[in-house]
Structures are given as C-alpha cells and as structure tokens.
C-alpha cells in the first residue's frame, strides 16, 4: 500500500466528484424543466413559455458540456485511481455501469437533434417529444450511477469462497437495498435544484430592475416544481433515514451523534462536538431519533458504541446532514409562501427581501446537494465496498497522483470559470425584451 | 464463438467507431486553425461548423463505451491499465476536457479569439498522440511488475523509436481521414473551394501516412518478434487495406466518386485495424494479460451482452437518424435551410 497515493486518490475524488455532481445534477433536472416550460407553452399558447425553454435549452447546452467532460474525466479516474476497486467491483457491478453509456448515448443524440430542430417541425409538439428522449436519458443514467453508489453501500449478489467470488448475480447486486431509496432520493433532489436555481435566476433579473411578465411566469413555474420536488425530497429522505438505520446503523449513528444503544432515542439537532467529543449547544429533541429511524418513539436505535473502533466514519458528517436537512425544510418554506402567496395575492412575497431569499434559493440547494453527498459517501468510510474492501486497499500505488491533483484542479478552475463566464455573456448580449421583439417580428414576416 | 472473442470484438468495433468520428473532429480542428494562420479560414469554418457542432457529444460517448466497456468485460484491465496509465491518460482527459468545453463555449457561447482556434487545433493532435501511446504500451516490454503492481518504464518508453512511430501514425491517420471526410461534406454542401482544399490536404497526408504504417511494421519485427510474426501471417489483411488505400487516393486525384472515396477510406482502417487487433489476440498486455485471464465471469458477461443487444436496438436508429438529419440531409449540409439552432 502507498499512503501517500491513497491520501491524493481521495482528494482527487473528491474534488472530481464534487465538480461533476453540480453539473450532472443540472444535466438530470433540467431537461425536465425545459420539457414542463414547452408543454405549458403549448397548452396555454403561450409564447413566453415556449421562450422560456428555448433560452434555458440553450444555457443547458453549456453546463452539459462541462458535465459531460467531468463525467468523462470521472468515469476513466475510477480505473486510475481504485484500479483493486474496479478489479473487484467490475466483476459484480459492471451491468449497471455498462448500461448508463447508453443511456448516455440516447441522451446526446437526442439532444444534438433537438438542439437543431427548432421550429423546423410546423408542429411544436413534434419538436418537443425530442425532448422525451433527452430527459429520460438524462435521468437513467443518474439511476444507473446512482445504483453502482449504492451497490457500494450495500453489496451483494455475489459470494466469496476462499477469496475467489462466485455465485454472482448481476440482478440481485444491482436491485440492493439501499438502491429504491437512494436513487429516488437522487432524482428527487436533482429535480428539486434545477427549479429552485431557475427560480433563482428569474427573481435576480426581477430585482435587478426587469419587470418583463416573461420572468414573473418562469419564477411561478418554477417555484411550482421547487415545490413539488423539495416536498418529494424530504419525504424520500425520511425513507432513507429509514434504511439507513436498518442497513447502515452505523452511518446514521455518526450522523445523528448517537453514541449508546437505547430505546426512546432523542435527536440532536446542531450542536458542536469539541475534542473530547462533548456536545455543546445542541437542542435535544426527546423521542425523535427513534420515530425518524422506525416511525415508533419506542424503538431501539443502535448507537456508535457498538461498532469496532475502526469501522465508525468521521463525525462530522453531523454537519452535513444537519446542513442538508435545514436547507431543504427551508426551501419547502420558501416556495409554499410563494406559491400560496400568489393564489392569496400576499404582498410580501413581491418584496426584494423575499426576491433576494429566493435567489439564495439556487446556491443553497447545490449545497445541500454537496452535502447530502459527502456525507452518504464519507459515512460510508472506511470502506470502499462496505464489508468488503477497505478504501486504503482499493486505491492505486502510482506516486504521480499528487501531480495530477494540481492538474486537475487548474481544470476545474478553468472549466468552472469559464462555464460562468460564457453563461452570463451568452445571456448579457441577447435580453429577454430584445428576444421577444424579434420574435415577433419574425413571426409577422412569416405571416402566422 | 467464444464469449471473451465476442467481447473484444464488440469493444474493438465501438474503438474503430470512436477512431473514425473523433479523427474528423481532431482534424477539422487542426485544418480550422491552420487556415486560420493561412489567411483562408473563410473557406473552412462553415463547413467544419456544420458538421460538428450536432454531434460533438456523440463523439465523446463512443469513447466512453470503450473504456466503460472493456472494464466491464475485463476487469483485471482496470488493474493492469489503471495503475500504469494515470500519467499518460489523465493528460488525455485534460486535453478532452479543454477541447470538448472550448468547443460548446466557442459554437454556443460567443465568438472566442484566434489563439484559443490555434490550441484547439493543437490539442486535436495532442490528444490522439497521448491516447495512442496505449497501445504502445500494450505491445510489451514498457512494463514490469514489481512487489505485483504493474509499473511503467517511462525512460524506456519515450526513448523508443516505436512509441514515436505509433504516435506519427496516429497524427497522420487523423489528418488523412479528416481530409477526406472533409473533402466529400464541402463537395455535398456544394463549397467547392473548401472542397479542393481539402482534396490537397487529403493527398498531401497520404505519403506520410504509408510511410509510418510501413515504418511500424518494420519495426515490429525488432521490438517483439511474436507480434511480428502474427502480423505477417495475416499478411492479406493488410493487403486489402493498402489496396483500398490506393484506390481511395486515386478517386482523389481524379476527383471522382468522392462519396465512394469515403466508404473505401472507412473500408481501409477497418480492414488495418482488425489485421492490427487479431494480430494481438490473445493478449490485452503484452506478456501479463490475455483476454481468457482477463475476462468477468459467465454471468455478467451474458448480462453485458444481453444489455448490448438491447442498447443496440435504440441505439442504431437513433444513430441513423442524426446522420440523416446532419449528414446526410442535403438542405442541411449546403445551409439551404434557415438555421433552427435553439
Ligand atoms: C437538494 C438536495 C437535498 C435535500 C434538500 C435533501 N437531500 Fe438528502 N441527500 C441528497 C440531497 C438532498 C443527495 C445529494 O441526493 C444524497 C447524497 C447521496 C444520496 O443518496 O442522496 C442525500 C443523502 C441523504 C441521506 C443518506 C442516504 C445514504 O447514505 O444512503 C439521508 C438519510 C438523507 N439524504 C435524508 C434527507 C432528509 C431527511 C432530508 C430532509 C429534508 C433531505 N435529505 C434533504
Ligand atoms: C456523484 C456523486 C458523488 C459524489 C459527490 C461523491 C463524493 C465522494 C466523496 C466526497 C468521497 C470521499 C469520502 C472521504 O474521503 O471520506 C467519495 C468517496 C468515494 N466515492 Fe463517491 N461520490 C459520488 C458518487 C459516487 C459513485 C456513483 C461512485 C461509484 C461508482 C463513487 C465512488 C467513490 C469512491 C471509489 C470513493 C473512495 C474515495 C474516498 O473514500 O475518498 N462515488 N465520494
Ligand atoms: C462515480 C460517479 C460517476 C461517474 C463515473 C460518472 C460518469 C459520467 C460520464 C462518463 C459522463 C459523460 C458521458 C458522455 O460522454 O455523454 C457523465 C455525464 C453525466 N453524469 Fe456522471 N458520473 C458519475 C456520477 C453522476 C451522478 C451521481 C449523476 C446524477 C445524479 C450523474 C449524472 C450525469 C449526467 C446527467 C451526465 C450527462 C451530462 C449532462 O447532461 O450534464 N453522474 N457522467
């Protein structure tokens, strides 16, 4: 083993995975949202739906293009870097993996067709079912990923006698049981980012000064689905909670700070641990702990102390779960006075202080999402493959990977960047108002 | 057949794929820039434009299912491989990273500057060179296990004169096919300027690119006499391929049956890529790996291809219909048609 290589291939991980999941997100959410602004367009003969679409189609194109070479640059890491891991793994784990090129595949054709088809069809539906493939391919391939991830949480369909593994399943590893929970979660999440980061840029050009109805719609719409989706999210994540303490005791036990075994478990709610791993500032929910892991006050919940030494992950996962649990209770928050507000014509919700918590809206679901990865992932140390293999023992022995860690951060730094820059210019120089003069234009020289 | 032979074959199959469309892509990228230190990039960019900017991801996603591919097929390569390529392949993703991005940046974002065209077209051959030294290292004699992890001899591999042979040939293949390619898209779209100045290109690459295959072969024969030796015994392989060669380069000259030029150019790099490919059977890496030790168990391997099966099955028509849509499709190609771009 080579310390100092398994050190840099973590890091290295990390910082790709960390970078790739805010684009990959967007790459699974956004389609989706493109795919509601067309229909809506279509069903109210709306044009500024239809624009809305069209103008979001278009940044898209940039963000899946960081997300594709990320993914790319993930994708062949995983040999570089856990070459013992892919040995192992590939064998039981490689189906799932396999199939998600394809779905890879289906997405870009699509969306290269797509891209290139606007109002080439007399028929905007026909354009608009393009889209089918696009998001579905996007989405599949979050469920395949997301099925390998959890394969690593919980693994089985395979046996191993005398070190040799036999009796694999292919099936059986890929349906685990950390799998329902975690891919729905996945979706659930990244649907739920998409509408509240397009909600946020909406409502920074209404307090930017636009007062266009075009951004007061796209800001509806999307809190909407904000809505829809954060409420799916949190429901989903009480049933991984719920999994977790079943499959993972352990995960959930460093992540809640529960430290003995008892019935009637309180939750401990913030806090800091100090040194000595005394907790400070905490609120202590009495009961809950066991009513969030069984649904029953009574229940007993495994506590830290009963797990070797060795096999506890680090504690500060506490951090991000509390910080991933907060942001999405308070996203609910925000969109159900929004759109409540709406209905009951509320004045505040117009505010620029309510504006600007909802452009906060956008950064702080990418967050959450942060968060909720890093800790599924870091409480799932030390292990690689959890009962199997050791991360230490999965790595490569290469000594360059310090080298490469620097190249690829001056990547990432360049490619986020830039990706920002292009953005902001892209829609800097052609203006929602500017847009829809020319469109009508357009549309009277056409004559339709 | 047997399943380890169907593998590779398969994979093979996609590889050759992502050779034959990324090759048009580098090279569009390098004639792009190169026209524009000539002063003629006016008669390029359109055409190269036309072409690329639909399926640039769909290049890339060929690639992926090669690597993703043959670790699913052959775990043990990521072992081999993995550990001794981290140099060589993470410079190829930073490469692909910049490009891929650079690209969507430029075509969608906003018109970038005459240097970033320059690197663009430089990282189109950079990327081929570094991607090619693999299968130099699997040729043998680069690698040697110590304490039983794989370590590379990077001396010994910079310093052959084979490693920089497979290199050239992998710069002169992608201008080459580019070219022609190239010289058929710009004659459809009816540019007939960018089309003769392709056609030069194309011909112009068609010595170097003899010279290197032939110097590879030669030099086989001192680096690992037992490749050298499968490589004659399918000598006819070869053959077809150098005749195929001809004739491409003869329609060429005559400026006839461009479109037939194409299909012989694709004929001819499959013909010397399946000669090179069977000529390394068995091995994935000389001496260590052959495909029988290498490859998953039964049962995923019948998953795998099950899975193929059905992937092809969406795949082949939605392949067919982006070509047809992008080119193919005459209205398309001349940019007859107003622009639909989103
Ligand atoms: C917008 C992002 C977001 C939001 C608001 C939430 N989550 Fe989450 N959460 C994720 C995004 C996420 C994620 C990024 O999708 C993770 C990481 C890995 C995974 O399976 O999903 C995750 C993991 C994750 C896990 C660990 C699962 C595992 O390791 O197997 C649990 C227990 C929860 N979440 C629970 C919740 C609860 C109770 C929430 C209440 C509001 C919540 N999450 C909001
Ligand atoms: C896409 C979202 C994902 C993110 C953001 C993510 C993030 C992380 C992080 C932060 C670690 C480091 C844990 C630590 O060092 O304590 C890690 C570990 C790891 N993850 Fe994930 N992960 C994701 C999904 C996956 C998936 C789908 C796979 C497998 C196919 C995977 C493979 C690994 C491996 C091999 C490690 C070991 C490295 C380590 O522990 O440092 N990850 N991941
Ligand atoms: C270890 C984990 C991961 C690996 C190995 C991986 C691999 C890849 C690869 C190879 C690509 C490029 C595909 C192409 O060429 O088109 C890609 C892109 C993508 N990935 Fe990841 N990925 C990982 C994690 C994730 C996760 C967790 C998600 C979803 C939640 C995700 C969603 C996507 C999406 C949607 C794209 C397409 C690009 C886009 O539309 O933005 N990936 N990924």
């Given at each position: 083993?080579?310390?100092?290589?398994?050190?840099?291939?973590?890091?290295?991980?990390?910082?790709?995975?960390?970078?790739?999941?805010?684009?990959?997100?967007?790459?699974?959410?956004?389609?989706?949202?493109?795919?509601?602004?067309?229909?809506?367009?279509?069903?109210?003969?709306?044009?500024?739906?239809?624009?809305?679409?069209?103008?979001?189609?278009?940044?898209?194109?940039?963000?899946?293009?960081?997300?594709?070479?990320?993914?790319t640059?993930?994708?062949?890491?995983?040999?570089?870097?856990?070459?013992?891991?892919?040995?192992?793994?590939?064998?039981?784990?490689?189906?799932?993996?396999?199939?998600?090129?394809?779905?890879?595949?289906?997405?870009?054709?699509?969306?290269?067709?797509?891209?290139y088809?606007?109002?080439?069809?007399d028929?905007?539906?026909?354009?608009?079912?393009?889209?089918?493939?696009?998001a579905?391919?996007?989405?599949?391939?979050?469920?395949?990923?997301?099925i390998?991830?959890?394969?690593?949480n919980?693994?089985?369909?395979?046996?191993?006698?005398?070190?040799?593994?036999?009796?694999?399943?292919?099936?059986?590893?890929?349906?685990?049981?950390?799998?329902?929970?975690k891919?729905?979660?996945?979706?659930?999440?990244?649907?739920?980012?998409?509408?509240?980061?397009?909600?946020?840029?909406?409502?920074?050009?209404?307090?930017r000064?636009?007062?266009?109805?075009?951004?007061?719609?796209?800001?509806?719409?999307?809190?909407?689905?904000?809505?829809?989706?954060?409420?799916a999210?949190?429901?989903?994540?009480?049933?991984?909670?719920?999994?977790?303490?079943?499959?993972?005791?352990?995960?959930?036990?460093?992540?809640?700070?529960?430290?003995?075994?008892?019935?009637?478990?309180?939750l401990?709610?913030?806090?800091?641990?100090?040194?000595?791993?005394?907790i400070?500032?905490?609120?202590?929910?009495?009961?809950?702990?066991?009513i969030?892991?069984?649904?029953?006050p009574?229940?007993e919940?495994?506590?830290?102390n009963?797990?070797?030494?060795?096999?506890i992950?680090?504690?500060?996962?506490?951090?991000?779960?509390?910080?991933?649990?907060?942001?999405?209770?308070?996203?609910?928050?925000?969109?159900?006075?929004y759109v409540?507000?709406?209905?009951?014509?509320?004045?505040?919700?117009?505010?620029?202080?309510?504006?600007?918590v909802?452009?906060?809206?956008?950064?702080?679901?990418?967050i959450?999402?942060?968060?909720?990865?890093?800790?599924a992932?870091?409480?799932?140390?030390?292990?690689?493959?959890?009962?199997?293999?050791?991360?230490?023992?999965?790595?490569?022995?290469s000594?360059?990977?310090?080298?490469?860690?620097?190249?690829?951060?001056?990547?990432y730094?360049?490619?986020?960047?830039?990706?920002?820059?292009?953005?902001?210019?892209?829609?800097r120089?052609?203006?929602?108002?500017?847009?829809?003069?020319?469109?009508?234009?357009?549309?009277?020289?056409?004559?339709? | 057949?047997?399943?380890?032979v169907?593998?590779?074959?398969v994979?093979?199959?996609?590889?050759?794929?992502?050779?034959?469309?990324?090759?048009?892509?580098?090279?569009?990228?390098?004639?792009?820039?190169?026209?524009?230190?000539t002063?003629?990039?006016?008669?390029?960019?359109?055409?190269?434009?036309r072409?690329?900017?639909?399926?640039?991801e769909?290049?890339?996603?060929?690639?992926?299912?090669?690597?993703?591919?043959?670790?699913?097929?052959?775990?043990?390569?990521?072992?081999?491989?993995?550990t001794?390529?981290?140099?060589p392949?993470?410079?190829?993703?930073?490469?692909?990273?910049?490009?891929?991005?650079?690209?969507?940046?430029?075509?969608?974002?906003?018109?970038?500057?005459?240097?970033?065209?320059?690197?663009?077209?430089?990282?189109?051959?950079l990327?081929?060179?570094?991607?090619?030294?693999?299968?130099t290292?699997?040729?043998?004699?680069?690698?040697?296990?110590?304490?039983g992890?794989?370590?590379?001899?990077?001396?010994?591999?910079?310093?052959?004169?084979?490693?920089?042979?497979?290199?050239?040939?992998?710069?002169?293949?992608?201008?080459?096919?580019?070219?022609?390619?190239?010289?058929?898209?710009?004659?459809?779209?009816?540019?007939?300027?960018?089309?003769?100045?392709?056609?030069?290109?194309?011909?112009?690459?068609?010595?170097?690119?003899?010279?290197?295959?032939?110097a590879?072969?030669?030099q086989?024969?001192?680096?690992?006499p037992?490749?050298?030796?499968n490589?004659?015994?399918?000598?006819?392989?070869?053959g077809?391929?150098?005749?195929?060669?001809?004739?491409?380069?003869?329609?060429?000259?005559?400026?006839?049956?461009?479109?037939?030029?194409?299909?012989l150019l694709?004929?001819?790099?499959?013909?010397?890529?399946?000669?090179?490919?069977?000529?390394?059977?068995?091995?994935?890496?000389?001496?260590?790996?052959?495909?029988?030790?290498?490859?998953?168990?039964?049962?995923?391997?019948?998953?795998?291809?099950?899975?193929?099966?059905?992937?092809?099955?969406?795949?082949?028509?939605?392949?067919?219909?982006?070509?047809?849509?992008f080119?193919?499709?005459?209205?398309?190609?001349?940019?007859?048609?107003?622009?639909f771009?989103?």
């Amino acid at each position: 083993m080579n310390e100092s290589a398994v050190f840099w291939s973590r890091l290295l991980t990390e910082l790709t995975l960390t970078f790739h999941i805010i684009y990959a997100t967007i790459g699974v959410g956004v389609p989706l949202m493109i795919m509601i602004a067309q229909w809506v367009g279509m069903k109210k003969n709306d044009e500024h739906y239809i624009l809305l679409a069209r103008r979001i189609t278009r940044g898209f194109v940039i963000t899946v293009a960081v997300g594709v070479v990320t993914g790319t640059a993930i994708g062949l890491q995983l040999s570089l870097l856990w070459p013992n891991f892919m040995q192992l793994a590939g064998q039981v784990i490689a189906l799932p993996l396999f199939m998600e090129t394809f779905a890879f595949f289906f997405e870009a054709i699509f969306l290269g067709i797509y891209l290139y088809t606007w109002d080439r069809f007399d028929n905007q539906k026909k354009h608009m079912l393009l889209l089918v493939p696009v998001a579905i391919g996007a989405s599949i391939s979050a469920v395949f990923i997301t099925i390998v991830n959890s394969f690593m949480n919980t693994p089985q369909g395979f046996e191993v006698v005398s070190g040799q593994l036999v009796n694999i399943q292919p099936l059986v590893a890929m349906f685990n049981p950390s799998m329902p929970t975690k891919v729905a979660h996945v979706l659930a999440s990244a649907y739920m980012t998409s509408a509240f980061l397009l909600a946020s840029i909406a409502a920074y050009r209404l307090l930017r000064g636009s007062n266009h109805p075009y951004y007061k719609k796209s800001l509806f719409l999307m809190m909407k689905m904000g809505l829809i989706f954060s409420i799916a999210t949190a429901v989903i994540g009480d049933f991984s909670g719920k999994f977790l303490a079943e499959y993972q005791p352990e995960k959930l036990a460093a992540a809640e700070w529960h430290f003995e075994t008892e019935e009637a478990a309180p939750l401990i709610l913030m806090g800091f641990m100090d040194e000595e791993q005394n907790i400070k500032f905490a609120i202590e929910i009495p009961y809950l702990l066991s009513i969030l892991a069984y649904g029953n006050p009574m229940a007993e919940v495994t506590g830290l102390n009963d797990f070797p030494e060795d096999e506890i992950p680090p504690l500060y996962i506490h951090y991000l779960f509390n910080l991933m649990v907060l942001i999405g209770t308070a996203m609910i928050l925000v969109s159900v006075l929004y759109v409540a507000g709406v209905w009951r014509g509320w004045g505040f919700i117009h505010r620029p202080w309510f504006r600007w918590v909802t452009v906060l809206g956008g950064p702080l679901t990418i967050i959450a999402i942060e968060a909720g990865w890093w800790l599924a992932e870091v409480g799932r140390q030390p292990w690689i493959l959890r009962g199997y293999m050791r991360t230490a023992e999965g790595a490569t022995t290469s000594d360059q990977v310090d080298l490469m860690f620097i190249l690829f951060c001056i990547l990432y730094l360049v490619l986020g960047i830039g990706s920002v820059v292009v953005l902001r210019r892209m829609y800097r120089l052609n203006p929602i108002e500017r847009e829809i003069e020319d469109r009508m234009a357009e549309m009277k020289g056409v004559g339709r | 057949m047997s399943l380890e032979v169907l593998g590779i074959i398969v994979l093979w199959i996609f590889l050759f794929g992502y050779v034959i469309v990324a090759s048009i892509d580098f090279g569009a990228g390098f004639f792009n820039a190169y026209s524009l230190l000539t002063g003629r990039s006016h008669i390029l960019s359109n055409i190269i434009q036309r072409y690329l900017s639909p399926v640039w991801e769909v290049t890339n996603v060929f690639l992926v299912f090669f690597f993703v591919g043959i670790v699913g097929f052959f775990p043990k390569t990521a072992f081999y491989y993995g550990t001794v390529l981290l140099v060589p392949v993470s410079i190829a993703i930073i490469l692909l990273a910049i490009r891929g991005s650079y690209y969507a940046f430029e075509s969608y974002g906003s018109r970038g500057h005459k240097g970033y065209a320059f690197a663009y077209g430089v990282s189109g051959l950079l990327i081929p060179s570094s991607l090619s030294v693999v299968l130099t290292i699997s040729e043998g004699g680069f690698v040697e296990i110590v304490d039983g992890s794989p370590v590379l001899d990077y001396w010994a591999l910079f310093t052959s004169p084979l490693t920089w042979s497979i290199v050239l040939l992998s710069i002169a293949s992608v201008l080459y096919i580019s070219a022609v390619f190239l010289t058929w898209y710009a004659w459809k779209a009816q540019d007939l300027n960018a089309s003769e100045l392709m056609r030069k290109y194309a011909l112009t690459w068609s010595g170097p690119l003899m010279l290197m295959a032939a110097a590879i072969i030669i030099q086989m024969q001192e680096h690992n006499p037992d490749r050298f030796q499968n490589m004659i015994s399918i000598w006819p392989m070869f053959g077809v391929s150098a005749i195929l060669f001809l004739l491409t380069v003869w329609l060429l000259w005559k400026k006839r049956g461009l479109g037939l030029s194409v299909g012989l150019l694709i004929l001819q790099f499959l013909f010397a890529f399946f000669a090179y490919g069977i000529s390394h059977y068995p091995y994935l890496l000389y001496p260590y790996l052959t495909i029988y030790e290498g490859f998953t168990n039964q049962e995923m391997a019948i998953a795998l291809v099950i899975a193929f099966i059905a992937g092809l099955c969406l795949l082949i028509p939605s392949l067919y219909l982006i070509f047809r849509l992008f080119v193919f499709n005459k209205e398309y190609v001349t940019g007859n048609q107003k622009d639909f771009h989103a």
